[in-house]
């Protein structure tokens, strides 16, 4: 196996690729600085370029069999920016597989029907702007066709796999509260790993 992973050097995808490392898969990495590859990640093959940049994502996902993205919004348009070029990628590239991390805020509403959890006061988030860009990128990924799945963890502090990771469709279980990184990364990988919850949002926590 083969695969390209998006935000390799973050906290959630970094835990991830080394999950497929440990597998024996060889893993492709767009890495905006490669000086912050930790380094037990050192057997990547390292893409130096920006995930907004159409020619960078394509020499990234070329080659490979599936695509991890863990990219997170940190004030800027990355993330709808960079959904397009990786769907199109992917495309150009028979690739059909994609595991995507992100927000507890894109599920829909337990209690408001037809609105997102960060359009209710479900999310205690006093800004929706993370939430927002998030949602451009869903909406980019449903459009496409693929074999899509989005991973939707609510808060996420630091830690490792701990077990027992309650999950629901379209929607966070009820009073979920947290997610540690490592156990949304264990997630996410076995879910890539046995091709589960196609096209499907994900709500996860404990």
């Known amino acids: 196996m083969k695969i390209a992973v998006f ?71 990355t993330l709808s920016v960079s959904a397009p070029l990786i769907t199109e990628a992917m495309k150009k590239y028979n690739v059909i ?44 990924w449903k459009a496409s066709g693929l074999d899509w799945t989005y991973i939707c963890p609510t808060y996420l502090p630091d830690g490792d796999v701990q077990g027992d990771v309650r999950f629901e469709r379209s929607y966070l279980p009820e009073n979920g509260k947290k997610v540690t990184v490592g156990d949304t990364a264990s997630f996410a990988f076995d879910t890539l790993v046995q091709e589960k919850f196609i096209q499907q949002r994900i709500g996860i926590c404990y």
Request: with cysteine.
């Open 97 to 140: 597989r994609a595991v995507i991390i992100g927000t507890a805020g894109i599920l829909d509403s337990r209690y408001q029907p037809g609105k997102y959890r960060f359009e209710t006061p479900e999310s205690k988030r006093k800004s929706t702007a993370a939430a927002e860009e998030h949602l451009k990128a869903y909406q980019a």
């Open 7 to 77: 935000g390799a050097t973050g906290r959630i995808g970094s835990v991830f690729t080394g999950l497929a490392e440990d597998s024996g898969w060889e893993v492709n990495a767009l890495i905006r600085n490669p000086h912050k590859i930790p380094p037990s990640l050192r057997k990547v093959n390292v893409i130096e370029g920006n995930a907004s940049r159409r020619s960078d994502v394509e020499a990234t996902i070329k080659g490979c069999d599936a695509v991890f993205v863990g990219l997170g919004t940190d004030k800027t348009d």
